[in-house]
């Protein structure tokens, strides 16, 4: 835990009332704008748990390089270096984290903290804008859909007329349905359309990303996000 982190360099505050929930043996990933303060944060987080003892890997990421373990040599390497996704954590971080190690992980790679952490937290002109993993953090952005794809204009049509909020897409013949991706929410569509006997061809389910969650948060593109 790291409690109302504050830092200030003269008169400017870089960090103000930072809060974290860092759990031993996790990644732990921090986002934000280039100097949102989120490598700062590292920096003191990294000093303190070592001062107490504590083993954390820092791994700065984005092709700069991924630091050392409790003064190990840093070795350079791009967004897949000693690091797998969360299914098959065996490499270096599923190792570390095995063994209680803290991995504290900066990246500009969202895609990467979306595979890799275990929790994470946003941080935006030094203060913390959200916090949690990141299936918590992209089920608080609004944009899931259910699109539904027809193999002919009559059904694409007979679908719209029977599912209100629908959106239509005539050229790709498919139609997006506004909802969340429960199965009960599901089941009550797919059973409208077999009320009216309409087929669909295939269905799928879409959920914002962490760049929808980021932009969201922060009003910045990924393209802002700290090196």
Same mark, same amino acid.
């Given at each position: 835990?790291?409690?109302? &982190?504050?830092?200030?360099?003269?008169? $400017?505050?870089?960090?103000?009332? *930072?809060? &974290?929930?860092?759990?031993?043996? !996790?990644?732990?990933?921090? +986002?934000?704008?280039?100097?949102?303060?989120?490598?700062?944060?590292?920096?003191?987080?990294?000093?303190?748990?070592?001062? %107490?003892?504590?083993?954390?890997?820092?791994?700065?990421?984005?092709?700069?390089?991924?630091?050392?373990?409790?003064?190990?040599?840093?070795?350079?390497?791009?967004? #897949?270096?000693?690091?797998?996704?969360?299914?098959?954590?065996?490499? !270096?971080?599923?190792? +570390?984290?095995?063994?209680? *190690?803290?991995?504290? &992980?900066?990246?500009?790679?969202?895609?990467?903290?979306?595979?890799?952490?275990?929790?994470?937290?946003?941080? %935006? $002109?030094?203060?913390?804008?959200?916090?949690?993993?990141?299936?918590?953090?992209?089920?608080?952005?609004?944009?899931?859909? *259910?699109?539904?794809?027809?193999?002919? *204009?009559? #059904?694409?049509?007979?679908?719209?007329?029977?599912?209100?909020?629908?959106?239509?897409?005539? #050229?790709? &013949?498919? +139609?997006?349905?506004?909802?969340?991706?429960?199965?009960k929410s599901l089941r009550a569509l797919l059973d409208r359309l077999d009320e009216y006997s309409i087929n669909a061809e295939e269905f799928s389910v879409h959920t914002p990303d962490l760049d929808d969650v980021f932009l969201a948060l922060t009003g910045h593109t990924t393209e802002a996000v700290a090196k």
């Amino acid at each position: 835990m790291a409690p109302g &982190l504050r830092k200030a360099y003269q008169d $400017q505050v870089v960090l103000d009332g *930072v809060d &974290l929930n860092v759990r031993a043996g !996790a990644v732990f990933c921090l +986002l934000g704008p280039n100097g949102s303060g989120e490598t700062t944060t590292v920096n003191v987080l990294t000093t303190s748990l070592r001062a %107490d003892g504590g083993t954390v890997r820092r791994s700065v990421r984005g092709g700069r390089r991924v630091a050392d373990r409790a003064g190990e040599p840093a070795a350079d390497g791009g967004p #897949e270096a000693g690091f797998r996704g969360r299914a098959g954590r065996p490499g !270096a971080a599923g190792t +570390l984290v095995a063994d209680g *190690v803290t991995i504290l &992980l900066t990246t500009r790679y969202l895609e990467e903290a979306d595979q890799l952490a275990d929790r994470i937290a946003v941080l %935006d $002109q030094g203060c913390p804008v959200a916090e949690g993993t990141p299936g918590e953090l992209k089920r608080r952005r609004p944009g899931t859909h *259910v699109r539904l794809r027809f193999t002919t *204009v009559t #059904e694409l049509d007979a679908a719209a007329r029977v599912i209100a909020g629908s959106t239509r897409d005539g #050229e790709a &013949l498919t +139609l997006r349905v506004p909802g969340d991706s429960g199965t009960k929410s599901l089941r009550a569509l797919l059973d409208r359309l077999d009320e009216y006997s309409i087929n669909a061809e295939e269905f799928s389910v879409h959920t914002p990303d962490l760049d929808d969650v980021f932009l969201a948060l922060t009003g910045h593109t990924t393209e802002a996000v700290a090196k």
